[in-house]
Each structure stands twice: as C-alpha cells, then as structure tokens.
C-alpha cells in the first residue's frame, strides 16, 4: 500500500477529516490500521492513527507529503480500538467510517447543566382518543403537541416551547390533566452513584467453585480461552462471573460484561453494585451520549474496572482487559442491524485476543452456533446442572389447541390451563400468561379467500390495534380496517391471534376477581414503567401477568407457579432458518419462570403444531435433544453454523435500477466464485423478505460457502467493483455476515 489515511482528532465528528500521507518505504512493513504516527500539518508536527491503508490517492499525487514515522512511546488504547475497527471492517464489510462510529464513543456536545423534556403518560390508544376529542373542541395548541408526542413519546422542552410554539400555561394545563410529565434530567457523571454499597458476597457452592477454578487456573496459566457457560437458570451463573471478575480485578485488569438491555434490571445492578461499589459502570440506551462518553472517559482513565451493559459495552477503552462476559449469549440483541453488522460474540474474542484476554459465554440455552464450537472444541465447554437452591424445574405439558377446537372450546385458554388458573387463584398464587407474538403479530385476513392486508409502502402485514385501526410497524402507516374484503368483498375479515390486551379482556371477564397486569410494548412506553410493572407483580399487587417475550427474561418471582404459554407455534412460521431455535429457547425461558420460589412450579404450553420438535424438546426441557435435531436440520441445508452465509443487501429507490445492479452483482459473484474454484452457492437475486421499505426497493442474493475466508475474498471483490461502475452510485449496497435474523 502506497498511502496512509490519517486522523489527528479521536472523535467521530472528525472522523470525515482524514489526511492523507505517503508511506515512506522503509516504514511499509510496521504501518498498520490503528498505528499511531507523527505527520508534517502544515509547520508543525502532530501526532494521529491511520485509519486506512490504500493505494488510491485522495488528490494530487505531487502534493501528498511522507510520513515522518511511527510515534515513539507506549501503544495507547485507541490503537487497539481502531485495529479493531479495522478488523470488522474487513470481517464485516462497511466502511472505516461506519466501523469507527461503532467502536469509538461519540463526544459530548456541550456541558449544559439541567435538561428538561417532556413526556407523554397515554399510551398509544388513549392519546389518539385525547387527540380526537381536542381537535373536536378546536384546542389546537393541545393538539399540536398531543400529535408530536404520539409520533415521539419524548420531546425536548425548549423544541416544544419554540418550534412548536406551544406555551408553558398549555404544557403546565396537560401536565394537571395527568397527559404528560416534565422530566429533568440530571447531568450525573457516575450512573450507579445514588446506590447504596452494602458489601457481601456468597460462597460459591462446589460447582460454582469447580467451573470458576478452572478458568482461574487458566488465566493464572496465561492460557486466555474462550468459554461457554451452559447453566440452567438459577444455576448461580452470575455469581461465578463475579467470582471472576474479582479475579480479574486482583491481577490489576478489568472486565467487561455484556448483558440484554432488557434483563438490566435494578436488581442485576445492585447484585454487581454490591460486590464491587463504584468500580461498576453502567452503560443503558437511558444515557444520554454525553453521560456514555463520561463512562468511556472514566473506563480510560482507570476511574472503573467493570463496565456491563448492552452491545456498545464491548468497546469501553480500558487499557489492561483481562475477561469479556457475554451473558444470555444466545440472545440476537448481540448482532448489529447497521453496517459494519458485527455480532458481539465474535468482535469480544477478537478483541481479546488483542489484549490477551479470557471471555466466557453463558446460556441456558446457548445459541446453535456456540454450542457448534464448543463441540469442536473451539470454546471449552463448562456446565452447570444444578439450580442452586435444589428447586425442581418445572412440570410442563403441552396442549392440542386444534383437538380443544375440535371439542368445542373457542376461547384462547385451553380447559386445562383455566383449570389450573382457577386452582393458582384460589390458592393466591400468581400466574404468567405469555403470549408469543414474534414474527406475525395480529394481522389481518379474509377467511374466504386468504387475502392479507398489508401496508401499501412496505409490503409487510399490518397489525391490528384497539380502536379498529391497522398499522405498519416499519413506517408507520395507519388505515382503518376495512368492513369487506379489499380482495373478494367477503365480509369473513378477521384478525388470527389476539394481541396481549384482547387477552387481558378475556382473562379479567373469564376471572373478573382477578387483578391481571399487562405487559407490552404499548403499556412500558414512558421511562421506567418496565421496572414499575415488575415491581407491582412482584409485591404481589397483582394476581396475573399477561405479556410478550419481555415477560420471560430473567425476573424471578418467587410466587409465581404457573405460566402459560399462548400460541406457541407463532415463531415456528417466520420465514428464517432460525424460527426452531428461537422457538426452543422462548419456550424454554416461559417454562423456566414458574417454580422459582419454594414452590413448586407447573408450565403450560398451547400449540396448534404439538409434534414439533422444538416444541416437544421445550416441554421436557432437554436441550441436548433439541441442538442434536437442529444441527441435523442445518447439515443437511448446509446453513449456519455448519457452512457460512454471506447476504448482499441491494437498495433504492428506483426498481429497475435496483434490479439491475443486483443481477449485475450476482454475475461478478459468478464469476469470482468460478475463479476462487472453493465451493460456494448462490442464490439470487430475490426480492427480500420484505421487498419495499418506504418505498425503499430491496434486493438479496444469498452466498453459502464452507470457508468464511472464501466469503470475505467475495465481499472484498465486490466492495473494488462497486467503485467501478456508475449505477451502483444510486443503490445502496450491504453485507451480513451469517444474519441472526429475517433470513
Ligand atoms: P443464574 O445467573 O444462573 O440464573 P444466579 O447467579 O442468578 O443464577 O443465582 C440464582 C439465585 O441463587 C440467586 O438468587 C443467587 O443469589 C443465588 N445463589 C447463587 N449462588 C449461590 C450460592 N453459592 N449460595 C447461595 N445462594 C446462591
Ligand atoms: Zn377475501
Ligand atoms: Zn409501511
């Protein structure tokens, strides 16, 4: 490579001002992405990171300056992190841009003091109605702000005040009628500084102590691997983290610790806060992008020596990591939807194979590719079979909903499952009622003849919500629903799956004692009433909870004993090669959350596909079973984890253009493939999954290939040819590596 691309200022705002340098010849074996280097700019001498190594010049060859050689001293840490921008990049395809805004933390824009916003309290359904009723009055100032906020449930005080024009009487007027708040957000530099520290710990039990000890004796080897943790839940995962954490931390290096948004809760943190005191970081989606830079800032100025928090969490610039944790490793949250689309897993070994690290992976139910490795030997594999407490796991049976059907039974609960709703209540125990509804959710169609109503722009489904009216969940689009069929004019149009409140409806009539909860994405909009609705349930305020997949994340209540799963079988029709596996392990979390007190515990699963087996490999809860059915299944398709899959996504606005570009596409993948003699398939180009995205046109071709090296030699081929031809200027063009989802 002839030239180096040069940044000066770590910062994502700088990252489209690289400077562009000659590599003097006696350098070109030592330069490489992330070396720091010194650089002539202008009369002076400054100090910055290549970014990218090319041999295409920026601009007039004559007037590209050397540089005047690599920058004395130790290696800083962002050497390390954009080295690892540059491997995803490569890895992943994307630009060093796009790979860079992933890894490095965006800077603070200014230091204000107090922020205010605004907050809407209704959910979607009772707004709309308020929305209604005040353009019926002619408040158009209430309504103004009302339509704002049901487009963004959050609004900037100052926005509202002046884009919006809307007076502060009129915000301080709707605050009183209880349809928003005004939320003041504290500029707090250390996320966990209001808990109090009590200071304990448990002893590990003997399993806990065997799997620890043998990482620790790993690590103090200088042997760093790669583990994966199977422990059912309740099998005290989290304490042996610790425990090893506390290791780390002994030898003076620090950890990271990846975990879901969604199972951050309160309690997680006080558990770590506890152990560790103000060492521990968090990192949510609350914080703004100035607290996130602090906690960077803190993490690099040796401030903390544990950062856990979702995906972003991985790229915390400590400058000595010794372990990375990936909790619920399974979960697809670890797999970026925006280029460079890297997953987690595989930038956290990397990255500690750079820093000379250890990572673990742990599940209940380890995701089919870790398992994968772990059986070839490439992860070393712990287990942990015990709950800690000796609490059986859960008695579980599944129903026929067909044969329910058949016997006369048209509710939505099975007689067996009221049956043991009638019981729990009786004997004041709670319930949970988990209504699987990824993929599909309360579409729409004609009984006659099949038609689906779809959203007009998107080509996805819509989905039926309170008040008679069907929305598009990628754009937004909204219609009423129709009286007659679009398609045939039967009258016969009908929703297939209740959504979560129809269900509540029908529990509260069914048991009008009863006090039920629900949980959903329109009920856990506003700030902390995810945690709110828990806490209620868990203080025994209520008597049932219904909910989607948020329901079934790591929460221990400890009264509950029964749970019952509802449509099981809606996850098995997504169109994804995944659909068994992420079936398996939903099921398998639902039917884990009953009996996790003293109590024992029963589980009920509601299926209309009763012979399938992830679903029968659930109810005995036997996961050795499901992974030796499934693997079979992705041998024989060649799919990931067994061969590798490489997606091209093609897009624009312009169809026919979209179309060409992609069979071009497709013809150079043809040909490269031809030359690289491997084997490789390829299918396509297709239209996606979903074809049309606000009217966004998409095209896919798919590559399955034994080597992941032989993908990469594709993608790199495609990234010089797309340079090469002017239509590909008016189509974007993305790469996904073995995608975890929407195959
Ligand atoms: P997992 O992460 O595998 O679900 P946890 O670490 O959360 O399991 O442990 C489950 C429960 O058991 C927690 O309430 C925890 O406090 C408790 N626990 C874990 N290890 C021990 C131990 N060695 N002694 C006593 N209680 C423990
Ligand atoms: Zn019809
Ligand atoms: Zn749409």
Redesign the pocket.
Known sequence: MTYANVIVDISVEKLDKSFQYRIPEELKENIEVGVQVDIPFGSRTLTGYVIELTDEAEFDVEKIRPLIGIHKGSVPMESQLIALAGWMRKHYGSTMNQALKAVLPIRRQTKHVEHRKICLLLSVEEARQKLALFEAKHYTAKARLLRELIAQPELDYTLVTNKLNISVATIRGMQQQEILSVETIRQYRNPVAHLNQQGYH????ED?QRVADMVIADMDAGRMETYLLK?????????VYMELIAHVLEKGRQAIMLIPEIALTYQTVMRFYNRFGDRVSIMNSRLSMGERYDQFERAKAGDIDIMIGPRSALFAPFPNLGLIIIDEEHETSYKSETAPRYHAREVAIERARMSHASVVLGS?TPSIDSYYQAKLGNYRLLE?NQR??EQALPSCEIVDMRKELREGNRSILSERLQELMEERLEKQEQIMLFLNRRGVSGFISCRACGYVLKCPHCDVSLSQHAGGRMICHYCGYEEPVPEVCPSCGSKYLGGFKAGTQKIEMLVQKRFPKAKVLRMDFDTTRTKDSYEKILQTFANHEADILIGTQMIVK?H?FANVTLVGVLAADMSLHVPDFHASERTFQLLTQAVGRAGRGEKAGQAIIQTYDPDHFAIQTAQEQNYESFYAQEIAYRNMLLYPPVWNLLVVHCAGEDYEIVAEASEKLALRLQQEIATQGGRTLLVGPADAAISRINDVFRKVIYMKSAGYEMLVGLKDDLELYLKEESIFDKVTVQFDFNPTSGF
């Open positions: 448990l002893m590990l039990n806990q422990g059912v839940t309740g099998s005290g995962k989290t304490e209940a942990l800690v407490k790591g221990d």
